[in-house]
């Protein structure tokens, strides 16, 4: 399991990945999943979905969300800024798609194609303007036709400044011993409340979610460097080496020695836009 951190205000993100898999978190930006193959469970405040091939998965800024790998998947996601298009940031600011899911989005070529155009010019040996036009233009295309595949409505109610104390701050402190009682005094919430947003909004635990932040940076620190297993597990915040052991056996379906050696092709974020 991953988890997102916040881009560069003024940046395209994109991604070929093979694991859509990331922890619960929220951000300013949009984000656009086309699954080209394969099949994940997605989470969006109370609401949970199957994005099956051929399906797109389109997140507003400001909504929480995560992603749980289920079949071998290739998928394309996009992560891009709201202002990036002022013909539309009125629309990202009030609105949310009643359904995060578009069903057989893929199947119009204009939306395949239009996501692929956008990572394809992060190659372009074009000028940065005439790239910079050309990548809004399809941006246009590619929210004209999700737009007309799906519905919106009304922005709800939700506290997300304190979603989003709690969530950087369990980021920030997760290789630590840190309770439930010690986030929430140290937060000044009722312990209570928090694990009513974890449970209604994340839809796990506060522990299960501290368990995921480690293991995703063991699996990082698995792949980028020879650091030793033992060593690993106290780092990203394990009492011992077996109950690392046994944790990532259960979220990576795998022990660390086999997720170390097997060999799988990196998912590279790369950029695709910068501000000029």
Same mark, same amino acid.
Not at 13 to 35: C, D, F, K, R, W
Not at 114 to 121: F, H, N, T, V, Y
Not at 228 to 256: D, H
């Given at each position: ?7 560069p ?39 949970v979905?199957e ?45 949310v ?25 992060k ?7 005439? &790239?910079?036009? /050309?990548? #809004?233009? =399809?941006?246009?295309? *590619? %929210?004209? $036709?999700?737009?007309? !595949? +799906? ?25 630590e ?8 005094? &140290?937060?000044? /919430?009722? #312990?209570? =409340?928090i694990s009513? *947003? %974890?449970? $209604?909004k994340?839809? !796990? +635990? ?6 995921s ?14 650091l030793?297993?033992t ?13 690392f ?6 979220y ?25």
């Amino acid at each position: 399991m991953n988890f997102f951190f916040e881009n560069p205000k003024h940046e395209i993100y994109g991604i070929y990945g093979q694991s859509l898999a990331y922890a619960p978190h929220l951000h300013n930006h949009l984000e656009l999943v086309g699954m080209i193959e394969g099949k994940a469970m997605a989470y969006v405040e109370e609401k949970v979905y199957e994005i099956n091939s051929g399906d797109a998965f389109f997140i507003f800024p400001n909504q929480i969300h995560h992603y749980e790998k289920i079949a071998d998947e290739n998928y394309i996601l996009l992560l891009f800024p709201m202002d990036i298009l002022p013909e539309y940031t009125s629309v990202f600011q009030s609105k949310v798609p009643k359904s995060a899911l578009i069903p057989g989005a893929l199947k119009n070529r204009h939306v395949l194609r239009s996501m692929q155009e956008i990572l394809a010019l992060k190659d372009s040996t074009e000028s940065g303007s005439y &790239r910079d036009y /050309l990548t #809004k233009g =399809y941006l246009l295309i *590619l %929210f004209g $036709q999700l737009f007309a !595949l +799906s519905e919106l409505e009304d922005t709800p109610h939700v506290d997300v400044q304190t979603v989003k104390l709690l969530l950087d701050y369990c980021i920030g402190h997760y290789k630590e011993e840190i309770s439930l009682d010690q986030v929430a005094s &140290r937060l000044h /919430l009722s #312990k209570f =409340y928090i694990s009513h *947003l %974890f449970s $209604q909004k994340l839809h !796990l +635990s506060y522990s299960d979610y501290i368990r995921s932040l480690r293991i995703s940076e063991a699996c990082r620190l698995l792949t980028e460097t020879s650091l030793g297993i033992t060593e690993i597990s106290y780092q990203v915040g394990f009492p011992t080496p077996r109950t690392f052991n046994r944790a990532f056996l259960k979220y990576v379906g795998r022990t660390p020695r086999e997720y170390r050696y097997q060999k799988k092709r990196p998912e590279t974020i790369i950029t695709i836009m910068e501000d000029h």
